[in-house]
């Protein structure tokens, strides 16, 4: 079958993983670069092989030899060259969040369904093997009936000063969260309160607490802090329980999966989302993009996650926003 040529449009450290990723996947020909700084592009460019390069993504568009983009701009930059692929016919793969505004997502609904070309966006956590586990066990109704959920997806410090300058933990990190809940429970955010902490004085807070509300009755809680100690020994602190009416779910994700001691301390590597096996990167980015061209090949629509789930998500994890900022409960 035909590989798929892709183009990266956006070569910050994410569109690097997405990069190398892409790379290394059978299916897949990474094709073409876009970005507006010449000399990472060309960086790039050498490092891949790559020599169709870009600074301006409607030029990308334009090559006929091009079948798929993937978007991964920041997120208040996602919309323009998202629509844009789309109308050029291209299929796109646009990292989460979808956009940074309910009326920005709905636009790329929109023309999404009109589209010639698929979209899926990037949540990757549905392709992480123990959110599907717990998927599957929720399906066949294992746990009756779901009453409440719970999660955690903190990390440390060191990583976050730059990314906070740019998004919040709430839209940023729990966003994860709320479209797992969103899919496990198949229902919709009805209301939600959130809480917020600045430790560093960036221009976003260091910690979001939120809670919502499930129009089938179910609530759940969930944190994200940005600020753990920056020794701490391990990526992602990732855990959630979903408690059913005949049984339970826990989820506990890459601390402490494996730990490495060595003369500068102790770590605990990830092994989930991108890490490195027998020389390339593997686990669930490598999937997802895997599961993607394959849409692409055979001209059929993503069904593991869809756009207007993707809105949702974006939907509720910005109402909690607003609940922050102002103290109140916000209704959808």
């Known amino acids: 079958m035909k590989r798929v040529k892709i183009g990266v449009i956006g070569l910050g450290w994410f569109g690097e993983t997405h990069c190398e990723t892409l790379s290394q996947i059978p299916e897949i020909e990474l094709a073409a670069l876009c970005t507006r700084t010449e000399t990472r592009l060309e960086e790039m460019g050498r490092r891949h092989g790559v020599d169709a390069l870009y600074t301006d993504y409607t030029e990308m568009l334009d090559n006929a030899e091009i079948d798929a983009v993937s978007v991964v701009t920041m997120w208040d930059q996602h919309t323009e060259p998202t629509l844009a692929a ?15 505004t309910v009326a920005d997502c709905r636009k790329i609904v929109d023309a999404a369904a009109k589209a010639n070309g698929h979209l899926m966006v990037g949540h990757i956590c549905r392709f992480n093997p123990r959110y599907a586990a717990a998927k599957r066990e929720i399906a066949a109704g294992n746990i009756g009936k779901i009453l409440c959920m719970s999660s955690r997806r903190n990390i440390p410090a ?6 906070l300058n740019k998004i919040g933990p709430i839209i940023g990190d729990a966003i994860h969260d709320t479209d797992l809940m969103l899919w496990f429970t198949g229902a919709r955010v009805v209301s939600t309160y959130a809480q917020t902490v600045d430790l560093r ?8 607490q939120t809670m919502y509300r499930f129009d089938n009755g179910a609530t759940a809680t969930l944190e994200t802090v940005w600020c753990m100690p920056e020794k701490t ?8 329980s979903v408690i059913g ?7 506990q994700d890459t601390f402490p999966n494996i730990g490495i001691c060595t003369k500068d301390g102790f770590r605990s590597p990830d092994t989930t989302y991108w890490p490195e096996l027998h020389g390339r990167l593997s686990g669930a980015l490598r999937e997802e993009f895997r599961y993607f061209a394959q849409c692409c090949q055979t001209d059929t629509p993503p069904a593991i996650i869809t756009p207007t789930e993707s809105l949702a998500a974006v939907e509720a ?9 102002t103290g109140q409960v916000v209704y959808l």
């Open 86 to 100: 789309l109308e050029a016919g291209k299929h796109v793969f646009l990292e989460k969040p979808m956009a940074h």
């Open 158 to 163: 060191a990583w976050t000063p730059e990314i």
């Open 201 to 208: 004085g960036l221009r976003h807070p260091d910690i979001g």
């Open 233 to 240: 020994p391990f990526d992602i602190d990732e855990r959630m």
């Open 245 to 251: 009416s005949e049984g339970l779910i826990h989820v």
């Open 317 to 325: 994890a910005l109402a909690a926003e607003e609940s922050a900022a």
